[in-house]
T-cell receptor, first 113, second 113 residues
Framework: SAVISQKPSRDICQRGTSLTIQCQVDSQVTMMFWYRQQPGQSLTLIATANQGSEATYESGFVIDKFPISRPNLTFSTLTVSNMSPEDSSIYLC??????????FGQGTRLTVV | AQSVTQLGSHVSVSEGALVLLRCNYSSSVPPYLFWYVQYPNQGLQLLLKYTTGATLVKGINGFEAEFKKSETSFHLTKPSAHMSDAAEYFCAVSDQAGNQFYFGTGTSLTVIP
């Protein structure tokens, strides 16, 4: 198993501001993944973060809106920039291990007002 | 490319009744298939997975699923529902590199006492 710690667990933010979400893993991993789970919907992959290189973003997500840092093999941050109410979601950090299982943090529940 | 379809966004069963949550997948390569459960205000937890070998896989909490290649299905079942099974259930498929997981839209299970 893996222990993934995300913080903050929840936040209420004003529109136009930015929030940085932190993800700490208990062991070194090559790739870390960031997902968004909008209310009542499934998980959508935002980007894949590799240590030492720029994150790879999925269609519909851009670096200016969701900048990601990956300073080492156990840590990553996702920033939600210039927030609007449409950004209200749960944001989840994830890793895979052994190519056959994904582990998830508990998520960050973001509400933009 | 991989994709997952979960039939029924909401399923209600009586306590003690059979639970059946449906999942169909599309994959251009032999898939790895997963069921995850998400309890309120928590992250995702792996219930069970199929990679290779026996097509009937057993998971935690009495759940099992059967991989049927001819039907491209991976339905989740439990013989007798318990109140604690009330949660959101996600079916997922990954490529064999485990680099990316594709999630279904989820099924919310309600257990009626």
């Amino acid at each position: 198993s893996a222990v993934i710690s995300q913080k903050p667990s929840r936040d209420i933010c004003q529109r136009g501001t930015s929030l940085t979400i932190q993800c700490q893993v208990d062991s070194q991993v090559t790739m870390m993944f960031w997902y968004r789970q909008q209310p009542g919907q499934s998980l959508t992959l935002i980007a894949t973060a590799n240590q030492g290189s720029e994150a790879t973003y999925e269609s519909g997500f851009v670096i200016d809106k969701f900048p990601i840092s990956r300073p080492n093999l156990t840590f990553s941050t996702l920033t939600v920039s210039n927030m609007s109410p449409e950004d209200s979601s749960i944001y989840l950090c994830s890793i895979t291990r052994g190519y056959t299982e994904a582990f998830f943090g508990q998520g960050t529940r973001l509400t933009v007002v | 490319a991989q994709s997952v379809t979960q039939l029924g966004s909401h399923v209600s069963v009586s306590e003690g009744a059979l639970v059946l949550l449906r999942c169909n997948y599309s994959s251009s390569v032999p898939p790895y298939l997963f069921w995850y459960v998400q309890y309120p205000n928590q992250g995702l937890q792996l219930l069970l997975k199929y990679t290779t070998g026996a097509t009937l896989v057993k998971g935690i909490n009495g759940f099992e699923a059967e991989f049927k290649k001819s039907e491209t299905s991976f339905h989740l079942t439990k013989p007798s529902a318990h109140m604690s099974d009330a949660a959101e259930y996600f079916c997922a498929v990954s490529d064999q590199a485990g680099n990316q997981f594709y999630f279904g839209t989820g099924t919310s299970l309600t257990v009626i006492p």
